[in-house]
């Protein structure tokens, strides 16, 4: 299925809103990433910019809009599929940005930013939210995270992103990252584990 809009929820998960400083949001917090930024993690290179500050792995749990999917369906018909993701992030960038009030574009929306594992059937809510996920990096455990502990539930998100700027089937939707983000460095080996299972790797060029 072709990808179409990629969304993404910032601040979903309330220690990694609050490593950042951030405050916990009240309504849930939408960006973009074009699909030029879209990666597999299929054990390959994913090359991060350079010379622009660090750049910052966010793994998170993603969502892909099923072929039969319309407008107002419920969370548990509307998806087709899952897997993990990297939300990578020129954080530095992002930081200038926030204080500037500008927009996130340049700080998310690089290519190869949103990098992507193997898609995993989609059963219901629960298969998710009894689940978990680590980033392994270097054969350590970067992040481990509990879709149960989101702030916007699946649901509510599903929700607000299509009252406010429609959904359609092959769409993404990022569902925010846990704690543990860092800087990546070259030559970084990342692994995806949902449920103990490696769902995507890749090495950072
Ligand atoms: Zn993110």
Not at 12 to 38: C, I, W
Not at 67 to 96: C, H, I, N, P
Not at 190 to 205: D, K, P, T
Request: charged share 20%.
């Amino acid at each position: 299925m072709e990808i179409r809009n990629i969304y993404c929820i910032g601040r979903n998960y309330r220690l990694h809103a609050l490593e950042l400083g951030n405050d916990v949001p009240t309504t849930p917090m939408v960006f973009t990433k074009p699909t030029h930024a879209l990666a597999a993690m299929n054990g390959g290179d994913i090359v991060i910019p350079k010379g622009r500050g660090e750049v910052h792995f966010e793994l998170e749990i993603v969502l892909r809009i099923s072929e039969r999917y319309t407008s107002g369906m419920d969370a548990e018909q509307a998806f087709d599929s899952f897997t993990l993701g990297l939300d990578l992030t020129l954080r530095d960038v992002q930081s200038k940005l926030k204080a500037k009030g500008h927009p996130w574009l340049a700080a998310k929306g690089f290519k190869q930013s949103a990098a992507i594992g193997a898609w995993l059937p989609f059963d219901n809510l629960e298969q998710i939210n009894s689940g978990e996920f680590t980033l392994i990096r270097n054969a350590e455990v970067a992040q481990l995270g509990h879709p149960n502990d989101m702030i916007f539930s699946i649901r509510e998100i599903l929700a607000f992103i299509d009252a406010e700027y429609g959904l359609g089937s092959g769409d993404l939707i990022y569902t925010g990252t846990p704690a543990g983000v860092a800087k990546l460095d070259e030559g970084d080996l990342l692994e995806a584990h949902w449920n103990g299972e490696m769902i995507g790797s890749c090495s950072i060029r």
